[in-house]
């Protein structure tokens, strides 16, 4: 039987990975035996992350720096990648971006900025990993991190909301279409956890009441992405595509 975590020898790409679940991903992925390509645009952090990661003879990870919204760079970008590690197993594609404020106060550069970053960047690195599988004639696996509010709605966050909501129809739609080529495509769903994207809203009162909605009365630790994603990434998910997988401390299940 696969054994959940097994990713000894998988090549695996991440987006986002110059803070946050992406950062915290990256040091999963390498401590469970896989090869790790970090891509964002910060590259220095990109560069001092490389330093924690746990390496030995033949498995060098990469840094890459990359704007996920510039296709031509993404191209670029999966192409030099799947050369640098000796090609690509897994594509974790993380980088994402919020704009807070109600939708009657923001401007439609704060909806394209949603949207180019969690929309457009999340489908064009899919279809070129996707294309890369196909063309090497080799299976590809994609996690998709989406979000509770992908199917739920919270206030003063509108144009993400409806970002994360085609996130999770990306999943789906790329799932079937994708799985005549042997090529997974899930979703992870967080619910709330503390990073840089929603620095400082857990010391508000807003943010405090949210808290006491969640049904497990806490937000989440990295830590408890772990199994979940782990799960999505080896082969113990084999025979599943199209899932979106809440890890949330049951918020999608709170009383309305
Ligand atoms: N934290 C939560 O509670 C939560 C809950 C549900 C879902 N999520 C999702 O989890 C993912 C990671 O977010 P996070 O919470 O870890 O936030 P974060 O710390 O702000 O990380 C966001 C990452 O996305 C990268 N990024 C943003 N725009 C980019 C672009 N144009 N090109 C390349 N990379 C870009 C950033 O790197 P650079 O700025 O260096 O490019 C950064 O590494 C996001 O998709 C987010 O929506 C988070």
């Not at 909806?111 to 299976?139: H, I, T």
């Not at 400082?200 to 009365?217: C, L, N, S, V, Y």
């Not at 992405?225 to 113990?236: K, R, V």
Request: proline content about 3%; glycine content about 10%.
């Amino acid at each position: 039987m696969a054994r959940a975590g097994e990713l000894t020898g998988r090549k695996v790409l991440i987006t986002g990975a110059s803070s946050g679940l992406g950062q915290h991903f990256a040091k999963l992925c390498a401590a469970h035996g896989a090869q790790v390509a970090v891509a964002a645009r910060r590259s220095d952090r990109l560069r001092a992350l490389l330093e924690e990661l746990p390496a030995d003879s033949g498995r060098a990870h990469a840094a890459v720096e990359l704007d996920v919204c510039d296709a031509d760079a993404v191209r670029k970008a999966v192409r030099q990648t799947a050369e640098t590690l000796g090609g690509l197993d897994i594509l974790v594609n993380n980088a994402g971006t919020a704009r807070s404020g109600s939708p009657l106060n923001q401007t439609i550069n704060d909806f394209d900025a949603v949207m180019d970053v969690n929309l457009r960047g999340v489908w064009l690195m899919a279809a070129e990993c996707g294309r890369y599988w196909r063309e090497k004639a080799v299976p590809g696996n994609i996690i998709n991190i989406a979000s509770v509010l992908g199917e739920r709605v919270a206030s003063g966050v509108a144009a993400y909301c409806v970002s994360k909501a085609g996130v999770v129809q990306m999943t789906k739609a790329f799932a079937l279409d994708l799985a005549r080529h042997d090529i997974r495509v899930n979703a992870l769903a967080p619910g709330y956890f503390e990073t840089e994207i929603n620095a400082g809203f857990f010391e508000t009162d807003a943010g405090k009441q949210m808290i006491k909605r969640i049904p497990m009365r806490r937000i989440g630790n990295f830590e408890d992405l772990n199994g979940p994603f782990l799960l999505l990434a080896s082969d113990a998910s084999r025979y599943m595509t199209g899932a979106i997988m809440p890890v949330d401390g049951g918020h999608l299940v709170s009383s309305m």
